[in-house]
């Protein structure tokens, strides 16, 4: 995990914040750099998925859709 902090702080995703009651800690905060990166990857990946299911036949889009709320019970699943 130190390397995945250390490697978003080097690119400027996020910033360290001295934890307010223990100096031992420190509190990880987005930077904007980093909450535009997010914005941009969500942008991309939705621009892919859009493009991907319109690639499919009516009957695969209409299939994809009933199965919506079984992939949403899914995602949330602990």
Same mark, same amino acid.
């Given at each position: 995990?130190?390397?995945?902090?250390? &490697? *978003?702080?080097?690119?400027?995703?996020?910033?360290?914040?001295?934890?307010? @009651?223990?100096?031992? /800690?420190? =509190? #990880?905060?987005?930077?904007?750099?980093?909450?535009?990166?997010?914005?941009?990857?969500? &942008? *991309?990946?939705?621009?892919?998925?859009?493009?991907?299911?319109?690639?499919? @036949?009516?009957?695969? /889009?209409? =299939? #994809?859709?009933?199965?919506?709320?079984?992939?949403?019970?899914?995602?949330?699943?602990?």
């Amino acid at each position: 995990m130190t390397r995945i902090v250390e &490697r *978003l702080e080097a690119r400027g995703f996020i910033r360290r914040d001295p934890h307010p @009651d223990d100096r031992r /800690q420190v =509190l #990880l905060r987005r930077t904007p750099e980093g909450e535009e990166f997010i914005e941009r990857s969500r &942008r *991309l990946r939705t621009a892919w998925l859009a493009d991907h299911v319109g690639r499919l @036949d009516a009957d695969q /889009q209409r =299939l #994809l859709a009933a199965a919506t709320p079984a992939l949403s019970a899914l995602a949330d699943l602990p």
